[in-house]
């Protein structure tokens, strides 16, 4: 197999990952971590689109939207905890 069927093939995989990765992001709690690596994974896939066309860059996009979504929202979340958290320990000191 020529090397840019390969590229090609591995991009469109990497494009499905980031999208299951995304939509794994909804898992209350454990999904910043999918978030995350669905937003690595969809950084590393823009860099290659450079050179090849991805014709599932549609998957790529809606993966890193869900992944951004819920990156910001369970961020936002985790401090609102620990901040009160703090809070909490502090205030009762």
């Known amino acids: ?3 840019n069927a390969i590229a090609k093939l591995q ?3 990497g494009s499905r990952r980031c999208l299951v990765f995304g939509l794994l992001g909804f898992i209350p709690m454990i999904g910043l971590v999918f978030a995350v690596v669905a937003l690595w994974t969809s950084g590393t896939l823009r860099q290659k689109e450079r050179q090849y066309w991805n014709a599932a860059k549609p998957y790529r996009v809606a ?3 869900c992944a951004g979504v819920t990156a910001v ?3 936002g979340l985790l401090i609102l905890i620990f901040g009160n958290l703090l809070l909490f ?3 009762k000191n």
Request: avoid cysteine; proline fraction near 7%.
């Open 11 to 13: 991009m469109l995989r």
């Open 1 to 3: 197999m020529n090397p």
């Open 89 to 91: 320990i502090w205030a």
């Open 63 to 65: 993966g890193a939207i």
């Open 73 to 75: 929202f369970w961020s």
